[in-house]
């Protein structure tokens, strides 16, 4: 793990277990060099991933100052698993796996998923849950020829884990689409809410060969999740 990643984790667990409480500044940039013994520029990558996660925010006059977590920040940009955002953030969370089962796409499923007509995927249906309460519906197709084998033990896991380090795949890049929906009477079940509208995620993934190998809809409960992004404006030469 490269320093600035095992500065953003140590500033990280002390916003979340409140040494750096809501609304103080961090130290300054150069009392972190100090406290590290790094570079200002290593400071100043951890920072800014810090602020890409929306835990501080740069203030003129206060430095980096601690943004309260009422929401949890979903990165939509990276290619993050629910299981590793959970983890980074030191939530208590469950998944619970709803259906397992291989189908065969057919030619409205293909057209929605980007998988061939007639091909075989796995179809995934988990429910994630936080604090006790189900916040998250995920459907997933993995391709079957890339992914012969899948049990609920891996589906109750990280799947990417599996994917990548027992199958050596190499996932690369993925197509999102983010829309909010109406919530129908089944995820109303399965959330047990009365909520009318989620936040939809649709993702095409693919490898590093440009071979897609995971269709997935992921939906949010509204009051639960923030979804952020880091953006850079690129200048004209």
């Known amino acids: 793990m490269k320093k600035y990643q095992e500065i953003f984790n140590d500033i990280k667990d002390k916003i979340l277990s409140d040494y750096y409480s809501a609304g103080t500044s961090l130290p300054t940039e150069k009392d972190l060099q100090e406290l590290y013994g790094v570079s200002r520029d290593t400071v100043r990558k951890a920072l ?57 796409v057919s030619t409205s499923l293909s057209k929605l998923t980007g998988f061939e007509a007639y091909s075989k995927v796995w179809k995934i249906v988990r429910t994630r849950s936080i604090d006790g309460k189900v916040s998250v519906i995920d459907t997933d197709y993995l391709a079957h020829d890339l992914v012969p084998h899948m049990t609920r033990e891996i589906a109750s896991q990280s799947i990417y884990d599996y994917l990548e380090n027992k199958l050596g795949l190499d996932i690369s890049f993925a197509q999102k689409e983010i829309t909010i929906e109406p919530t129908n009477r089944e995820e109303k079940a399965l959330l047990q809410s009365q909520d009318d509208y989620l936040v939809l995620i649709k993702s095409r993934v693919f490898l590093g060969d440009t071979r897609q190998f995971q269709y997935t809809e992921s939906k949010h409960k509204i009051d639960k999740f923030r979804f952020v992004d880091f953006a850079r404006r690129k200048h004209s030469l």
């Open 48 to 104: 800014a991933i810090l602020t890409e996660r929306g835990m501080i925010q740069k203030v003129q006059g206060r430095g980096s100052l601690v943004l309260k977590q009422e929401l949890l920040n979903f990165p939509v940009s990276g290619l993050t698993s629910y299981q590793e955002l959970t983890q980074s953030l030191q939530l208590q969370s469950q998944t619970n796996v709803v259906e397992l089962d291989v189908v065969s």
